[in-house]
């Protein structure tokens, strides 16, 4: 009697079981994290960037000599005309800056806001100096560069 009342309620749950239940459509499940609309983004122009060719025209009273180079990572090239150049920049009020790299691309801060772009220069030449002051500018290339050169050069940029 026992298994036939067990087997009944199999039955009855079974049966239970296999009833029809009516299906409710809701649709797709919403997104975790839904789709952010992205906007066109506009990129301000720059106006802190000075390029080779607007220098002369630009409006600064900024005296500066970069020393710029491709090939000497370890900063052991040009020793004495580096140290000539620094003395007089340090005897004249001048910034000095010395900037090394890799590739054809680079910017050189001239003041807290302002970037000077040495790109032109990098890909014309692989070593040299660039001088800035109001309204001129002068690249000497490393193949030109010598101690007697350098110090007549910069007295000749700086003190005209």
């Known amino acids: ?27 797709p499940p919403e997104p975790a994290n839904p789709p952010v609309v992205v906007e ?5 122009q720059q106006t802190n960037v000075v390029t080779p060719e607007f220098w ?15 090939i000497d990572s370890l ?23 010395e ?13 807290d806001t302002l970037f000077f772009d040495l790109t032109d220069h990098l890909i014309s030449n692989e070593e040299g100096f660039l001088f800035l002051k109001h309204g001129k500018m002068q690249d ?3 193949k030109s560069v010598n101690e007697s050169f350098m110090d007549s050069s910069l007295t000749a940029f700086f003190k005209n």
Request: charged share 20%.
């Open 140 to 142: 000497v290339a490393d």
């Open 56 to 70: 002369e025209a630009f409006d600064t009273d900024i005296q500066a000599v970069y020393f710029y180079s491709k």
């Open 99 to 111: 900037y090394y790299t890799n590739d054809n691309m680079g910017l050189v801060q001239l003041d």
């Open 1 to 27: 009697m026992f298994q036939k009342s067990i087997v009944f309620v199999f039955a009855l749950v079974f049966l239970a079981a296999c009833v029809e239940k009516s299906v409710e459509v809701t649709g």
């Open 40 to 44: 066109d983004i506009e990129v301000p």
């Open 75 to 97: 900063q052991i090239h040009l020793p004495l005309e580096k140290e000539l150049a620094k003395s007089f920049c340090e005897e004249n009020g001048i910034s000095y800056h």
